[in-house]
């Protein structure tokens, strides 16, 4: 499955501006001319409309399986501060389950930011310096519902979207898709991994394809 665009709440997007493009990401125009926020990441358009002030996600970025390091590196060397593992030393963390190893920031809305290295997707082997066009693009949007056997059941029947092979999911949490993109469904009020917040429901707008299908999921 893959997120071609993701469409979420901001309280200020100004400030989202300041810190996107500081990483290097290029501003295009918002959808509708409004006062948002967007820009492209690899395959995703991401936008960020003005909203709720306490509108906080959960959201990934997929890299290379070979260049979270260097993600980690291009973080911290433009002044992001990057969360440390609550799980061990250092600051990369293992999903041997996944087969992945992420690092996990805050932007300045507050949203809970992760970039993942997935085994199961091609190794960039001898790449350009890492930059903001080393991500590849979303991977992964939290998504709160009322509940989550009721949703899951609904995005399965109504676009296909599988439950994802490398997760036992539970009605505390399920992940539906694949290594390329995944929606994570959980229920209000469940604190996110490396986060210090807990899950709370904001509109949520997206388009994506799955298996040649297009996808569109509008969540108020």
């Not at 100004?14 to 290029?26: I, N, P, Q, V």
């Not at 820009?39 to 306490?54: C, K, V």
């Not at 970039?115 to 997707?121: D, G, T, V």
């Not at 590849?136 to 994802?164: A, P, R």
């Amino acid at each position: 499955m893959r997120i071609t665009e993701l469409t979420l709440s901001a309280p200020d997007p100004s400030d989202l501006r300041k810190f996107y493009t500081r990483l290097g990401f290029k501003e295009i125009e918002a959808p509708g001319g409004t006062d948002g926020f967007s820009f492209n990441i690899g395959y995703t358009r991401l936008n960020f409309a003005p909203g709720d002030r306490d509108a906080r996600y959960h959201f990934a970025f997929n890299v290379q399986p070979d260049r979270i390091e260097d993600a980690l590196a291009w973080l911290e060397q433009n002044g992001v501060e990057v969360l440390e593992n609550r799980g061990g030393k250092g600051k990369l963390v293992d999903f041997p389950n996944w087969k992945a190893r992420s690092v996990y920031f805050y932007d300045t809305a507050g949203n809970i930011v992760e970039i993942i290295a997935r085994a199961a997707l091609p190794r960039a082997g001898n790449a350009p310096k890492f930059s903001s066009a080393s991500l590849l693009g979303v991977s992964e949007i939290g998504i709160v519902c009322d509940n989550v056997s009721s949703m899951k059941q609904w995005i399965s029947s109504t676009h296909g979207i599988g439950d994802f092979a490398r997760q036992e999911n539970t009605e505390d949490f399920t992940a539906m898709g694949d290594d390329e993109g995944l929606l994570l469904l959980v229920p209000a009020g469940r604190r996110w991994f490396m986060g210090n917040f807990d899950s709370a429901r904001f509109p949520i707008a997206l388009t994506g394809q799955n298996g040649g299908k297009e996808i569109r999921l509008i969540l108020p």
